[in-house]
């Protein structure tokens, strides 16, 4: 949103998308051949609410009974302040790789380097777990037993042709997403209000009665256990600027897509969870724990065997997309690690394609890891998928809340943001409220279980703790930050820049120009 209080246009909003990239110290080396709605739907698919519908609803209903729904609200609006947070920092900074370039313009290159290796493995995480889950559709679509061999063969599947698709380029991956976004609307909004009008085999008050989950103890602790149904559905619209420099005016239209991800994605998980709820035929089974994947058979028993399977094959067409956002965004992030000389290889993986101007090899790294993990999850335990993803989305939260965090001492800095997108006096207390926010919540993501298992009980600050401990162990012993010569702690100077328009001129200013990332 604009400043309404400016009078007259200020030369940032003025400057051209090159120009604003010549601004930070860089060129355009991509097809900016992506729109609004595209960038949207790359973030949406991303977020995909029917993914994280399907996967959380049976663990919500389990640990707070209907009233989980409401945490759609609440982390809906938390992570809405996040958004606002982002927009502001992106219009000054639209810059490929998102989590990484703002954290290292906004305070410096080592923060920045832990914020993104953490960062860079949650996502690596999540493509797996989101292919690993896909497979379990596709296994149902063609009748196939999941078994482990069909599981990892389907996965495979997935990654590889969610590969093939990125390569590509820019206009497929966007045409791809809008697919994708279609699909999502289909199988969550659609779905979700013929199973509300229609199959409806509970009232409204359902939503309101906890159906005895807390026993005899309070029911705020069992509400509490139910977060992760929203805490891990509103993440992905920072994919929006992930991809920046591939965008047609990202300055503002990046914003706007962030916003637009949040509000139609709580919508979207609203109706879809809401239909679950009062079209389920065994409700209590469900809030008992005895169905734990009653979704399959709420769909068939509404929409019919052939209903069920049109909704499997817009499913997969969701999970398809969603593996594709997953690989693109995480290549830009690598890309833009990588042109600043901050990882082992980086001149090969900074390397941009001649015809489909995609960063080729860094889309390589982001399908290979997966590809690794899939095979390590065939040959490991059964529990094995959800150890290792149990961290991915703390570490996504923990990368979030260093934007936060670096914006707002920024902000007690001095710095006024420059870029088109502002929310002017708002600014200060949005920026506190979206720490405050990140901070509850991966304080309920971290907290330990009480089953007595320690492996179990602490799996997610394990996970986190041997990322995050290789991660530092590196960054102090290779000292990567040392390498690189791109800028960094510069939010204060490069405001001023933008409203002078004035391009950098300077090595400590930033590269115009780096060799390796346009070959």
């Known amino acids: 949103m604009s400043n309404p209080k400016n009078r007259s246009v200020p030369p940032a909003e003025r400057l051209g998308d090159s120009e604003h990239l010549a601004v930070l110290g860089y060129q355009d080396s991509f097809d900016r051949s992506m729109s609004l709605w595209a960038n949207f739907a790359l973030g949406f698919t991303y977020l995909s609410p029917l993914v994280g519908v399907y996967s959380l609803f049976a663990v919500a209903m389990a640990a707070g009974g209907p009233p989980s729904i409401f945490w759609i609200f609440i982390v809906g609006s938390g992570q809405m302040l996040v958004a606002l947070v982002f927009g502001e920092v992106v219009s000054q900074y639209p810059i490929h790789g998102g989590i990484y370039p703002w954290t290292r313009r906004l305070w410096g290159r080592r923060y920045a380097w832990m914020a993104a ?78 199973l509300i009008i229609f199959q409806r085999k509970q009232g409204f008050g359902i939503f309101f009665d906890s159906m005895g989950v807390q026993g005899s103890g309070s029911y705020g602790a069992a509400f509490l256990g139910a977060a992760l149904a929203g805490l891990f559905l509103f993440y992905g619209f920072e994919a929006c600027g992930d991809v920046a420099e591939e965008v047609a005016d990202p300055a ?84 833009s690690f990588a042109r600043d000389g901050m990882v082992p290889g980086h001149r090969w993986l900074a390397k941009v394609s001649g015809t489909a101007k995609v960063p080729v090899n860094a889309l390589i790294l982001a399908c290979s890891i997966p590809l690794t993990l899939c095979l390590i999850i065939y040959s490991g335990p059964d529990t094995l998928l959800t150890q290792i993803t149990s961290f991915a989305v703390l570490g996504i939260y923990l990368a979030f809340q260093s934007v936060v965090l670096a914006s707002l001492r920024q902000r007690m800095k001095g710095w006024r943001p420059a870029g088109p997108f502002s929310l002017g006096r708002l600014g200060f207390a949005i920026n506190v409220a979206a720490l405050a926010y990140g901070v509850l919540a991966m304080v309920l993501l971290a907290w330990p279980g009480n089953s007595g298992v320690v492996a179990s009980d602490w799996t997610v600050l394990i996970g986190l703790a041997v990322v995050a401990g290789s991660g530092l162990l590196y960054l102090l012993t290779a000292k990567p930050d040392r390498r690189s010569t791109a800028p960094s702690g510069d939010a204060i100077e490069v405001a001023r820049r933008l409203q002078a328009g004035r391009p950098a001129t300077n090595q400590a200013d930033g590269p115009a120009e780096t060799p390796a990332a346009h070959r």
């Not at 990654?159 to 966007?174: D, E, I, R, Y």
């Not at 094959?313 to 890309?335: D, K, N, P």
């Open 252 to 335: 503002r239209r990046i914003p706007k897509a962030m916003v637009m991800t949040i509000v139609v994605g709580g919508i979207s998980a609203l109706f879809s969870f809401a239909g679950y709820v009062m079209a389920a035929p065994d409700l209590a089974a469900i809030v008992a724990g005895r169905d734990t994947d009653p979704i399959p058979a709420i769909l068939e028993s509404s929409l019919g065997v052939v209903g069920a399977k049109v909704f499997l094959l817009i499913a997969i067409t969701a999970f398809l997309s969603c593996v594709l956002s997953l690989q693109a965004a995480a290549s830009r992030l690598i890309f």
């Open 117 to 194: 290796w953490v960062y860079i493995w949650a996502m690596i995480v999540t493509i797996t777990a989101v292919a690993q889950f896909g497979s379990g559709f596709l296994a149902s679509l063609f009748n196939i037993e999941l078994t482990r061999g069909a599981t990892l063969g389907l996965s495979v599947a997935l990654l590889l042709v969610a590969l093939f698709l990125n390569f590509t380029g820019t206009k497929t991956l966007a045409k791809v997403a809008r697919i994708g976004l279609a699909a999502e609307l289909v199988g969550v909004v659609a779905v979700g209000l013929y």
